[in-house]
């Protein structure tokens, strides 16, 4: 079982900066995909950024150019550096991790809270 823990997010003006941190407890190893996604009140939860066991990285259009997802291997932890943020960024972050080889599995963080507004 990998057990995932966002942290970092917190009440930050608009154009201002945050970096999120996934933690995972647990090995993960082979082939996988860690996403990060966010879910503002009333709206549904879309993936705003993606990591390969690979490296390559993916982003969604709306954070393109802002936003950067790295990893540490080492520190078993996955990073969301967010820049010039906007108050349409506000929202839960959630961390998630997609293993496909040699496990199988799907696995989910509690959430980071990320307020965007002056």
């Known amino acids: 079982q990998v057990e995932l823990m966002e942290s970092g997010g917190g009440l930050v003006q608009p154009g201002g900066s945050l970096r999120l941190s996934c933690a995972a407890l647990?090995?993960?190893?082979?082939?996988?995909?860690i996403n990060w996604y966010r879910q503002a009140p009333g709206n549904q939860r879309e993936v705003v950024a993606t990591?390969?066991?690979?490296?390559?990285?993916r982003y969604s259009d709306s954070v393109k150019e802002r936003f950067t997802i790295s990893r540490d291997t080492a520190k078993n932890t996955v990073y969301l550096q967010m820049n010039s943020l906007e108050p349409e960024d506000t929202a839960i972050y959630y961390c998630?991790?997609?293993?496909?080889?040699?496990?199988?599995?799907?696995?989910w963080g509690q959430g980071t809270q990320v307020t965007v507004s002056s």
């Open positions: 998630n991790a997609v293993l496909t080889w040699p496990r199988v599995g799907e696995y």
């Open positions: 647990g090995d993960i190893f082979g082939v996988y995909t």
């Open positions: 990591i390969g066991s690979g490296g390559i990285t």
